[in-house]
């Protein structure tokens, strides 16, 4: 099997040759392990395509996961200079004093106009100043203050507008098919709405809008759901084998279970229907603390749950999950990616994935990965050890 059939027949549990491998990498671990310049990376299709698949390659992982929207081929006419310093992280400088920092081994970091000395946070809305009606989706891994007022976003929606989405969005997906859309499994990203209310208000100040303005919150929500609900089929018609919804926010170190009911399952379950009639599965990534909700995440209507961080980072079981919802959903990940990946011996991580494909796998419906992002300084030969354990391990039974 290829590694696009691979992981096709794990999401629908159906049979494998073996269990498939995927890990979505931090930012800063393909620019610590290629030579793609840090600018480059952040700011060009072309650069993060090159670095998807040449990790993909490296790891033989059997997918990959897009997760920075397409570039703008003609960035640089908002550019007025980039500098490198000694140890390869970058600063871009903007027309008009906005700033983006590239380190080497983080994600980008944003600054708004004016030099250091001049610099003043760039203010957020308070909940009255926004208007659900002139919201669709906002994307915080945008280029940087270029366009929308308050965030890093595209420019607020207006009704009836038909070119939200500039074709160049999805520029990195077109790339990474046109290179291995046939051997790997290519999958895209966006954000769930929660996600993008907390992006728009702040974390704390977010929270205590639920509490404080829940109706004008669930207005922005239900507005936030359908922008993503739109890229999602997109990115699903121009070719993506599955539609991740990056939904971070949602477990249990920032709501209960009750709030989860109130103010995520509604607005995705919107979404997850909307991309599914594509006819593309659809898996939700929420991270830690979600071992307490995962019958309300497989209530959303979704094909599968990723992350799934094990106890100290997360409060998942794997065997647990397996009994509770294993037969509903396809699961991807467990593997705690600081307490294993990054710290233990090439020997302990296969030892480890060899256990999580043991419970995985049974049934069917299991793809071995990191719980979260890999870190950016987890040894490689720990990442080429997962794809060996699956194949020690061999076919599952079923």
Same mark, same amino acid.
């Not at 794990?10 to 890990?23: L, N, Y």
């Not at 072309?46 to 996961?65: K, T």
């Not at 990940?333 to 990946?341: E, K, R």
């Given at each position: 099997m290829t590694g696009k059939q691979?992981?096709?027949?794990?999401?629908?549990? +159906?049979?494998?040759? *073996?269990?498939?491998?995927?890990?979505q990498l931090a930012i800063g671990h393909y620019l610590l392990n290629t030579d793609v310049k840090p600018a480059d990376l952040w700011f060009t299709s072309?650069?993060?395509?090159?670095?998807?698949?040449?990790?993909? *390659?490296?790891?033989?992982?059997?997918?990959? !996961?897009i997760n920075l929207p397409g570039r703008d081929p003609l960035w640089m006419r908002y550019v007025e200079g980039i500098e490198t310093a000694d140890d390869g992280s970058q600063t871009v400088?903007?027309?008009?004093?906005?700033?983006?920092?590239?380190?080497?081994?983080?994600?980008?970091?944003?600054?708004?106009?004016?030099?250091?000395?001049m610099r003043v946070p760039r203010r957020r809305p308070t909940i009255d100043e926004v208007d659900p009606q002139r919201l669709y989706y906002d994307d915080p891994h945008c280029?940087?203050?270029?366009? =929308?007022?308050? =965030?890093?976003?595209?420019e607020p929606y207006e009704p009836g507008r038909a070119d939200y989405w500039p074709d160049y969005w999805f520029r990195t997906i077109d790339l990474v098919l046109a290179e291995v859309g046939e051997q790997l499994s290519v999958h895209g990203e966006i954000f769930s709405p929660f996600t993008q209310l907390m992006e728009?208000?702040? =974390?704390?100040?977010? !929270?205590?809008? !639920?509490?404080?303005?829940?109706e004008r919150c669930r207005a922005i929500l239900a507005a936030y759901a359908?922008?993503?609900?739109?890229?999602?089929?997109? +990115?699903?018609? *121009?070719?993506?084998?599955?539609?991740?919804?990056?939904?971070?926010?949602?477990?249990?170190?920032?709501?209960s279970p009750r709030q989860y009911r109130q103010f995520v399952l509604p607005y995705e379950a919107e979404v997850v229907g909307r991309v599914q009639q594509e006819g593309v599965p659809v898996y939700t990534h929420t991270c830690g603390d979600i071992g307490d909700r995962l019958e309300l995440m497989a209530e959303t209507g979704i094909d599968g749950i990723d992350t799934l961080d094990p106890p100290p980072l997360g409060s998942v079981d794997l065997e647990d999950a397996k009994r509770r919802v294993g037969d509903r959903v396809f699961f991807k990940?467990?593997?705690?990616?600081?307490?294993?990946?990054l710290t233990k011996t090439r020997r302990e991580v296969r030892a480890d994935a060899l256990w999580r494909l043991k419970v995985g796998s049974r049934g069917g419906g299991y793809i071995l990965s990191s719980a979260c992002s890999v870190s950016p300084r987890v040894p490689p030969e720990n990442l080429t050890a997962l794809v060996e354990a699956s194949e020690e391990f061999g076919t599952p039974a079923m």
């Open positions: 691979r992981i096709e027949a794990a999401m629908r549990h +159906q049979p494998v040759d *073996r269990v498939p491998v995927m890990c072309e650069g993060f395509a090159r670095a998807l698949i040449a990790l993909a *390659r490296r790891y033989r992982f059997d997918g990959v !996961l400088f903007f027309v008009g004093g906005d700033t983006a920092r590239c380190p080497d081994d983080d994600n980008v970091q944003h600054f708004p106009a004016g030099r250091p000395a280029l940087g203050g270029l366009k =929308y007022p308050f =965030y890093f976003g595209l728009l208000f702040g =974390y704390e100040q977010a !929270l205590m809008y !639920l509490i404080d303005e829940p359908q922008g993503a609900a739109d890229l999602g089929a997109r +990115q699903a018609r *121009r070719g993506v084998d599955a539609v991740l919804i990056s939904s971070a926010f949602a477990g249990g170190g920032f709501i990940g467990n593997i705690d990616p600081v307490g294993t990946l």
